[in-house]
């Protein structure tokens, strides 16, 4: 669906608010889970979906699992998101929130030029420098607080993967 009109040229002290020549698409959508082989088979019973992806990334203490239509091509998938460890930030969010909705991520060009980018119009990310995500895949992400209270997660794939897989 081609945009009616732009959200917005210009953001706080002048910056670009809308980066759309590095932002794009939604990559995905994170779901806390407390156990990822039940959720796995949830979405499989329930909406046919498959696993196109899974690993645990010991860095964001996580056992993770990218699910959807088999033939989703590069298209949005679910990411269930399940603790490695009750001190991950997931078993964090679990313990206060419970299973839910945990972040939204978008599809970049380069992490490294929307992060400056975001950073010199103000908006807080969580790390100074992008760490290693899903299947090598480059990640940062946009402090709640400065994205309308929904965590914000900046994803650029791996070179081998940006055009297949999440």
């Known amino acids: 669906m081609p945009p009616v009109e732009s959200a917005g040229t210009t953001g706080p002290r002048g ?10 698409a939604i990559d995905h959508v994170g779901i806390a889970v407390p156990d ?28 993770e699992a990218m699910v959807g239509p088999a033939d989703a091509g590069t298209g949005a998938v679910i ?10 930030t997931i078993a964090k969010f679990l313990d206060r929130n419970g299973p839910g909705l945990q972040q939204l991520a978008v599809r970049v060009t380069d992490v490294d030029a929307v992060t400056e ?8 990310v969580l790390y100074p420098q992008p760490r290693r995500g899903t299947a090598d895949s480059r990640i940062n992400f946009v402090h709640p607080k400065d994205a309308g209270g929904v965590l914000l997660e900046l994803v650029e794939p791996a070179a081998e993967q940006s055009s297949t897989a999440h």
């Open 117 to 124: 980018r975001l950073t010199s119009a103000g908006v807080r």
């Open 36 to 63: 990822l082989d039940a959720a796995k088979q949830w979405y499989a019973d329930h909406l046919g979906f498959v696993t196109l992806h899974q690993e645990r990334n010991d860095e964001q203490g996580v056992e």
């Open 15 to 24: 910056a670009t608010a809308l980066i759309s020549d590095l932002v794009v």
């Open 79 to 88: 990411q269930l998101l399940a603790p490695a460890s009750e001190s991950s």
